[in-house]
């Protein structure tokens, strides 16, 4: 697993042995950031489930002004600091080792993200439950850009409900990812 573009291009990053994490191949990432160009120069990355961290430290080397990781898994933390220090993007990010709730409740106060990536273990209803936390939080608000790597299999008829849309799938072998954001109109 590489980075694939900006500042830090090429640089290999590590991963944690085993199947703790599922780290996103280097052409599923490389098709997510492709949607996602326009919207990461200068903006505030949040990366939940974060795993080696490659996500947030693509995101970074592509421009993104200042990135969250959040990841509770104690080895995984320490394979995303490593790499946050190899590829000399530290200074610009802040890692929190617990669940995705917890760093979502610890986040609140601050300014909404612009791009929120989640890729939790799939087929646990886990997005269903940071998407309904986030509805009401403004840690994402109606410009922010919320993206669920997810199974095949996952069910998000739920979405308008909360108050999201839908506006893209882009579906793959095994997985999808689901762009999405709060529907303007529930903003008050």
């Known amino acids: 697993m590489r980075v694939i573009a900006g500042t830090a291009r090429s ?5 944690i042995k085993g199947m703790d994490t599922r780290p996103t191949t280097d052409k599923i990432k490389e098709t997510l950031f492709n949607t996602l160009q326009t919207d990461v120069p200068d903006s505030r990355f949040l990366d939940l489930f974060g795993g080696s961290g490659a996500i947030a ?4 080397s592509r421009g993104a002004a ?5 990841e509770q898994n104690s080895k995984a933390v320490r394979c995303i600091k490593e790499n946050l220090l190899f590829t000399r993007l530290m200074e610009r990010a802040e890692v929190y080792q617990c669940d995705a709730l917890t760093g979502l409740r610890r986040l609140e106060g601050q300014k909404p993200f612009d791009i929120i990536f989640m890729d939790p273990p799939y087929d646990q209803g886990l997005e269903r439950q940071i998407l309904t ?25 739920y979405l308008e409900e909360l108050g999201y849309h839908a506006y893209k799938y882009k579906k793959y072998k095994t997985n999808q990812h689901v762009f999405l954001q709060k529907d303007t109109d529930m903003e008050a």
């Open 11 to 15: 640089m290999p990053l590590k991963t």
């Open 57 to 60: 430290i693509e995101a970074l």
């Open 66 to 70: 200042h990135a969250v990781i959040v």
């Open 133 to 157: 936390y986030l509805a009401d939080s403004d840690l994402a608000d109606a410009c922010t850009v919320l993206v669920v790597e997810a199974s095949l299999e996952t069910d998000f008829s």
